[in-house]
């Protein structure tokens, strides 16, 4: 089985642009689950994905958002890109989304914010 | 609410020695605990995890980790190391009773000397 992939890899951007990131979780997998992780902050849960809806939340700002398809694919949007955005944006993927389910990461894209 | 504790920022260890990597957590209720690993430009990779049952779980590429109730603890080890391990682990928990997100520890890279 293929693993997660995400789109683009590498990303570089201005402040004050929006930027979209693509996550194809693993085939069969329903959850998808999107991180951030800086060298200041470590990795921290941006928000969970099943069955197109968003079912848990983490503590960033409205700026960050996505959505989820009925393939289950996942996209991530930034708007009003601030220099702190600037990190790896990894995306994971479970079956079922259930709290003992692995979380499968992808490669994560890497987004700099100038 | 949920944390994971890695003490150490960094591991050394010669190469055919044991290797252990350390993790506490603190939850509320019953913890799922997993172990990843990173290398260099790659998302996280997983080694185990740990949902009820025997507290030794095996994993993948020789690792295995224990968990113990009693001291809130899930190290990671392996018998002997290895230097293609050298990386960036990072021990991760889950409430019982909590939202679908995982809470990272800092992460610990490991060193393996030849």
């Known amino acids: 089985k293929a693993g997660v992939t995400q789109t683009p890899r590498y990303l570089i951007k201005t402040r004050g642009q929006q930027v979209t990131l693509s996550c194809s979780p693993i085939s069969g997998h329903r959850s998808v689950s999107w991180y951030q992780q800086t060298p200041g902050q470590g990795l921290q849960f941006l928000f969970e994905y099943f069955s197109e809806t968003q079912r848990n939340k983490g503590n960033f700002p409205g700026r960050f958002s996505g959505r989820q398809f009925s393939n289950s694919r996942s996209e991530m949007n930034v708007s009003t890109l601030e220099l702190g955005d600037s990190a790896l944006y990894l995306c994971?993927?479970?079956?079922?989304?259930?709290?003992?389910?692995?979380?499968?990461f992808g490669p994560g894209t890497r987004l700099t914010v100038l | 609410a949920q944390s994971v504790a890695q003490p150490e920022d960094q591991v050394n260890v010669a190469e055919g020695n044991p290797l252990t990597v350390k993790c506490t957590y603190s939850?509320?209720?019953?913890?799922?605990l997993f172990w990843y690993v990173q290398y260099p430009n790659r998302g996280l990779q997983f080694l185990l995890k740990y949902i009820t049952g025997d507290n030794l779980v095996k994993g993948s590429y020789g690792f295995e980790a224990e968990f113990n109730k009693s001291q809130t603890s899930f190290h990671l080890k392996k018998p002997s190391a290895l230097v293609s391990d050298s990386a960036l682990y990072f021990c991760?928990?889950?409430?019982?009773?909590?939202?679908?997100?995982?809470?990272f520890g800092s992460g610990t890279r490991l060193q393996v000397q030849p």
């Open positions: 939850v509320s209720g019953n913890p799922y």
């Open positions: 994971a993927s479970s079956l079922a989304g259930y709290l003992t389910d692995t979380q499968y």
């Open positions: 991760a928990v889950i409430m019982d009773t909590g939202r679908r997100a995982l809470t």
